[in-house]
């Protein structure tokens, strides 16, 4: 008989690939709560979902007897109990390095937008002042030799690095906590965390959010910084206490922040990040292009179903 998968919404691109092969539900809306979760996944083999769904012990208690495969269209994994997944036999498929490029170039825009003020000068222009060229107006750090550090070494952290290379900055350095040296064509250069906070003109977070990176920087992180320092999240909002991001925006214990990821997500209009004249903040688009995300899309159904076949997924998450 034809397997049973709960989609937890209707826009996932790839899903007519499930289609032909199994039985599915679609859930009618865009983020389920977790009762609907559980209720959805009654009876079915497979969830095919996106980062927005938290599948926790209380999920994988109430589907223990028919979930076998987990299929997220995400490379991060922080909102799955995946430890306890592996304990029950659970596979999970995601869709790492399709989606490299589309971070790494989203990272080098929100470079761009904060050091030099875009978001900004476009408000001034709206707000009727823009009076004419004036020499020191909008001005901001260049990349351009600049020591950019990179929190988080991994496939997105060495392509923008590489994608740095070609703006010639003066040098770049990384730490991450996984144990090991990666190989980098960039001449990259490893420095411990409390380095990387000194020397940082611009700091990139680009880690996955784990026990180790949770809350990482906060009050005391941001104080390590230089105060023309510039602070980019592209990892989870997670990783930083935003509370203490706000407070250090505001005090100038650092310049400026560029934010692909916020807690919590969404945001409303009126949350105070966002009153901030020197944060740019982006709603979690570091993956969108259209090629990244129809190609996660495609994967994640082909991860779900070969999953199913007990077959080598395209990407599976193994810890
Ligand atoms: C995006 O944040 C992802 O994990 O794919
Ligand atoms: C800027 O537009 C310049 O001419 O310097």
Redesign the pocket.
């Known amino acids: 008989s034809r397997p049973k998968i709960f989609v937890t919404r209707d826009d996932f691109p790839g899903i007519e690939l499930l289609k032909e092969k199994a039985e599915i539900e679609v859930f009618k809306g865009t983020q389920p709560s977790k009762d609907e979760i559980i209720a959805g996944l009654k009876g079915k083999q497979a969830i095919y979902c996106s ?1 927005n769904d938290r599948i926790d012990k209380d999920v994988l208690d109430a589907c223990k007897d028919s979930l076998k495969v987990i299929g997220t269209m ?3 994994v922080d909102h799955l109990a995946w430890r306890l997944c592996f304990e029950r036999g659970i596979r999970i498929g995601y ?1 790492p390095i399709i ?1 490299t490029e589309a971070v790494a170039e989203l990272t080098m825009a929100l470079l761009l937008a904060t050091s030099r003020r875009l978001f900004e000068a476009h408000n001034e222009i709206l707000q009727n002042r823009w009076s004419s060229w004036s020499p020191m107006w909008m001005c901001g750090p260049g990349l351009h030799e600049a020591t950019v550090g990179i929190f988080g070494f991994g496939r997105i952290g060495q392509e923008v690095a590489r994608k740095l290379k070609a703006f010639r900055v003066k040098k770049i350095i990384y730490s991450r906590f996984s144990p090991g040296e990666i190989e980098n064509d960039v001449g990259a250069i490893k420095v411990d965390a409390d380095e990387l906070l000194k020397e940082s003109d611009f700091l990139i977070v680009l880690c996955s959010l784990n026990e180790n990176t949770q809350h990482f920087f906060n009050k005391d992180r941001f104080a390590q910084m230089k105060p023309s320092a510039i602070f980019i999240n592209v990892s989870r909002g997670g990783v930083v206490v935003q509370d203490d991001l706000i407070d250090a925006l505001k005090r100038n214990v650092i310049k400026a922040a560029g934010l692909d990821v916020t807690t919590p997500e969404p945001l409303k209009a009126d949350h105070p990040l966002l009153a901030l004249p020197n944060c740019v903040v982006i709603p ?1 688009i ?2 969108a292009t259209y090629k990244s995300r129809n190609e996660m899309g495609e994967a994640t159904s082909q991860n779900i179903l070969l999953g199913l076949e007990g077959k080598p997924m395209i990407h599976e998450w193994k810890g």
């Open positions: 980062l995400s490379v991060g869709t989606l979690h570091g993956s």
